[in-house]
């Protein structure tokens, strides 16, 4: 199958900004996205972004997707606590293994 | 919609025992997948179905892992024998498809089945 890989863990203090990675293999997809699983429950979309964009903002979100390198990362503006979670990144049918995000109050 | 309806919730077993999972995806959706969610290996694809046809069943374990969809709104994934390194938490997730892929939607999944074999 196709490779989708991120980093496994990040933490950051609460008010800084997150900044999630991720590479992919499959230049096929046609849409790229993050999804949030929050302790003891499924994955749900967060936000997703067009193939031929380079980026997409979204209140305190912004996807950068560079297709040349097949990057992608997610930025969190002024984390919370409540961000604290595991993200994923998807193509087209392969998740990433996830980030688990720790914020630091 | 109700979402995508994963049962049971939590089921323990013992070793060498059958455990079937169940899942009822989102009406309208053709498109039906299991993954696998450990801590180990993170979240893998185990199996996907397209309009009821299973397309790529690379994921799959081993041969004590089946899968089936006979219909477009139920879909079970059986293991059998079970073993203590089945244990995970077991997702269903669907979705729309065409020929450009799924979509700014995405996939929705459901709350997942948490296996244990002991």
């Known amino acids: 199958g196709e490779d989708v890989e991120q980093s496994l863990f990040l933490s950051v203090r609460e008010g800084d900004s997150s900044v999630i990675n991720c590479t992919y293999t499959?230049?096929?997809?046609?849409?790229l996205y993050w999804y949030k699983q929050e302790p003891g429950a499924g994955l749900q979309l967060l936000t997703y972004?067009?193939?031929?964009?380079d980026m997409k903002q979204d209140q305190r979100l912004t996807v950068l997707l560079n297709k040349k390198d097949k990057h992608l990362s997610l930025r969190i503006a002024d984390t919370q606590t409540g961000d604290s979670a595991i993200y994923f990144c998807a193509d087209r049918l392969f998740f990433g293994t996830g980030t688990r995000l720790t914020v630091i109050p | 919609d109700a979402g995508v309806i994963q049962s049971p919730r939590h089921e323990v077993t013992e070793m060498g025992q059958e455990v079937t999972l169940r899942c009822k995806p989102i009406s309208g959706h053709n498109s039906l997948f299991w993954y696998r969610q450990t801590m180990m290996r993170g979240l893998e694809l185990l199996i996907y179905?397209?309009?009821?046809?299973?397309?790529?069943d690379s994921g799959m374990p081993e041969d004590r892992f089946s899968a089936k969809m006979p219909n477009a709104s139920f879909s079970t994934l059986k293991i059998q024998p079970s073993e203590p390194r089945d244990s995970a938490v077991y997702f269903c997730?669907?979705?729309?498809?065409?020929?450009?892929?799924?979509?700014?939607?995405?996939?929705?999944f459901g709350s997942g089945t948490r296996l244990t074999v002991v």
């Open positions: 179905f397209n309009n009821n046809v299973p397309i790529d």
């Open positions: 972004i067009f193939s031929n964009m």
């Open positions: 499959d230049s096929s997809s046609t849409y």
């Open positions: 997730a669907s979705s729309f498809r065409t020929g450009q892929g799924t979509g700014k939607n995405g996939y929705t």
